[in-house]
Antibody, heavy 119, light 107 residues
């Protein structure tokens, strides 16, 4: 059974960098066939797709966030990570990691989410 | 960006009821539409992909239909475990976007 689990600081100061990790169990990130994504949801608002990465290193980002966001993969640890630079209160949200099979564009496995507050 | 809207924003229903939720895209997305179920504190679950394909392990009381800009999720025979928020998502173009969600609660 494939599971994703987010981890990282729950509190980040304004102007600093938010860093989260998603640990994948039950599947190998390095095996290909999947895109690894980050999504967030501010309180009381809808879901916002942040971006995705393929194991080859190919990335796609949501344009409003592109200048501040980096998604990377560590196949040796079976993890992928999110970095958001220069955070503000607007980056306060529940952050989810999720997987998309390469043959259909839907998120088939999600993590439970982790709350990050910028304050 | 493609905007996704849903209606209703909430619905009160009883066990056994048939519930229908609609999702509309701001432009033609073909069949690149997915539906998810989300309960507080839990990981969202994929129900339907490519508008009408039932994801593995999802009960057959869930069904999806539609194409182009208008889509529907139907729950036939609501069960106690189905009380949750449901949202749609388009997967035809970047950035992927989501509907605001429909909360299904107990009447």
């Amino acid at each position: 059974q494939v599971q994703l689990q987010e981890s990282g600081p729950g509190l980040v100061k304004p102007s600093q960098t938010l860093s989260l990790t998603c640990t994948v169990s039950g599947a190998s990130i390095g095996s290909g066939s999947y895109y690894w994504n980050w999504i967030r949801q501010p309180a009381g608002k809808g879901l916002e797709w942040i971006g995705r990465m393929y194991v080859s290193g190919t990335t796609n980002y949501n344009p409003p966030l592109k200048s501040r966001v980096t998604i990377s993969v560590d196949t040796s640890k079976n993890q992928f990570s999110l970095r958001v630079d220069s955070v503000t209160a607007a980056d306060t949200a529940v952050y989810y990691c999720a997987r998309v099979p390469s043959d259909f564009d839907a998120f088939d496995i999600w993590g439970q989410g982790t709350m990050v507050t910028v304050s | 960006d493609i905007q996704m809207t849903q209606s209703p924003s909430s619905v009160s229903a009883s066990v056994g009821d048939r519930v229908t939720i609609t999702c509309q895209a701001s432009e033609d997305i073909g069949s690149w539409l997915a539906w998810y179920q989300h309960k507080p504190g839990s990981a969202p679950k994929l129900l339907i992909f490519t508008a009408s394909s039932l994801h593995s392990g999802v009960p057959a009381r869930f069904s999806g239909s539609g194409s182009g800009t208008d889509f529907t999720l139907t729950i036939s025979g609501l069960q106690p475990e189905d009380f949750a928020t449901y949202f749609c998502q388009q997967g035809i173009s970047f950035p992927f976007t989501f509907g605001p969600g429909t909360k299904v609660d107990i009447k």
